[in-house]
């Protein structure tokens, strides 16, 4: 067992796969891999995503440092996202399982980003 | 949209995302990686799984033809399961995700396998 703030995990797999657990972490940090995104781009591109829950993923994902917020002071703010190296690495990962799909399952060939 | 089986996803990995959605199909695939391993094996080192959940979640990842379950003709009957090819590439890089968390939270680790 894996204990951490407050949850626990069968082993540290589990604990791991808790931060893109749902249905929309895992493609948000995808959509992020290449490039800092805005908030509004972000919600354009992960189709059916409220504004509500886009707002708690991303928070979910900085709170987790897989994410960083930066806001430009600027008028109107500016507000970017980005991934953090720990980001960058896991969203590597994900992104070798979205090639899966890609090479098992070519009539459905859709990719994310 | 990828449609696929009745159901929609928001793209590639989102369907991909779903073959390990949950607690425990990940942490069981990552427990055939290196061997076939027979069902009260599984419930054994997946701690906390009840025997109703291992149940349905084999049958679902045979399904989505990840793993393979094997009758021999004995008596008592000796059933095994282990991994198709298309199971032990995902699981592959699902163990990658599993080294990604040691490497970040080495102070959790605690292997599943």
Redesign the interface.
Known sequence: ??N?NGRSY????????DF??G?WK??LL?HLYNEPKRFLELQRM????SQKVLNEKLKELENDELVCKKVYAEIPPKVEYSLTN?GK??TS??????S??????PE?????V
């Open positions: 067992m894996v951490y069968v082993c540290l797999l589990d604990f791991a796969m893109i657990r249905k895992a493609v995808c992960t189709e059916g995503i720990k690495e896991l990962i994900i992104k070798q399982i979205e899966w799909s890609v090479k098992h399952y459905l060939d859709n990719k994310c």
